[in-house]
């Protein structure tokens, strides 16, 4: 038996990982490699520099062509960045910027607005003639007018037409000037009474002897809003029932105020009616009262007269000192009869005499005169509902139970006090305790949350980010992974120093014979090459790929 031994030492051999991947793509798989890796790092860039990009908020809106323009210049002087949206009628700046921008613009007096006033006069050029300077004062005027009416708070824009006739040296023939006024209200405002008064004495006491019955205040929709009977006499009504609603909304504000914190906050409903006179009563008395008991009167004119003929009086009576007195002086009682003419004296006397006396004397009158105030409260009618008692017992279970008489005669007691009760005047106080009936709430629809604002809003902030980050993951998984799992070589195991490998090679055929001796199987040296050739094809198949081929090719082992 004959055998030849081949020795073989392995070397490992070192090359550019790199390299050999790209050596194992074809022409296609390397124009996608390098497409793919150029568009990521384009994505790259543009989420970098969007990320330093700020924030982009409105500056100004709606603004007219001379303010756009204005400001637009002034941000390109201070170095500004800005953009149009919405057609051109917004200006955006970055939203770091934009206060303080505001700021530096307010001090230039930028946005002046569409409304220019007497900032023309600054503008007169040499050679004007009267009635240009005459029409550049009214035309500052009228816008000056129109900037102060703007300022209102329910007034959107306005318009102020002046007419100034001209002054001629005839006083009699002299025109008086007049205004309109054109307004335009923001949605849901009103302009009350007190307000458009303001606007006409506003334009009134501006332009020299103009009356403000000269002035018209005009809305967008062509309502006539000043001097109008009909529009006063309506305005009259409307303040009446503000008025009353305002008494009736405080009891009503009174009344919750009181029972709101004895039996919760929304267990009590209350409803006030107030009926208010609004009639003007002016009434006139007079009274005459008669002279009381024994007082003297005031006389205002007495006259008497005494009328006596015929012949000498005769002595008469009885002769004495007594008979001999002048008789006294005739008194009439104020409030007795007159004594008799004939009752002078106690002495008769001959002849006609005939005496008048005509006294009179003031009598007391008093004059009242009454003049009732309008917008007085004839009458109160109070309803009230008071909910019933919730009371929760240990298992969490809510029953109601009905609030005792006794409280509820309190309760009303409090009303009549709080709404100032007149049972002369025919007030009405009811007091009702009853189960509120529990109203299910209706379910609300689930809001689609795309609908939200916030969500709107941050989609339109990370749209971009996003999007960029879903092209590149395309890109990565489409273009490059392919290519980088095709450069990726076999994993290769470790090489160990190969021992020399002897190959045994018998030309001989084994013959039979007697068996020979058992040897121990540490001890055969072709027992062991063999276990060697093995672990070898084992761990480094490639290597023992590479012999086997050289055998094949008939080619010496290196």
Known sequence: MSTTVAEMDVQPTRSNPLAEGLARLDGTQKIKLGLGVLALLALALALFFMGRQSDWRVLYANLGDRDGGAIVAQLSQMNVPYRHAEGGQAILVPADKVHDTRLRLASQGLPRGSVTGFELMEANRFGMTQFQERLTFQRGLEGELTRSIQSLSSVQSARVHLALPNQNGFFREQQKPSASVLVSLFPGRTLDRAQIAGIVHLVASSVPEMNPKAVSVVDDAGNLLSGSPEGQNQGADLQKLQYVQQIEQLHTRRILDMLEPLVGKGNVKAQVT?????????STSEQ????????????????????SSGGSAQPTGVPGAITNQPPGATGAPINGEAAPLGAAGNGERSGNMRRESVINYEVDRTVKVVREATGTVRRLSAAVVINHVTRTDRNGRETTTPIPPEQL????????ETIGFDRERGDSVNLVNAAFSAVPEAAAEPAVWWQDAQVQDLAARLAWPAGLL????LILLG????????????????????PQLNAVLDDTPE??????????????????????????ALENPAAVANIVKSWVNGEAPA
């Open 274 to 282: 107030a009926q208010v006179d609004f009639s003007m009563v002016e």
């Open 511 to 536: 013959r039979p014979g007697l068996p020979m001796p058992a040897k121990d199987a540490d001890d055969d040296p072709d027992h062991h090459r063999l276990t060697e050739a093995r672990r070898l």
């Open 479 to 498: 273009l490059v992974r392919p290519a980088i799992k095709t450069m990726q070589a076999p994993a290769a195991l470790p090489e160990p120093v190969v």
């Open 409 to 416: 005669e309190q309760m009303t007691a409090l009303v009549r």
């Open 470 to 473: 879903a092209m590149g993951l």
């Open 288 to 307: 005459h009262r008669p002279n009381q008991g024994g007082e003297p009167g005031t006389v205002r004119s007495q006259q008497v007269v005494e009328d």
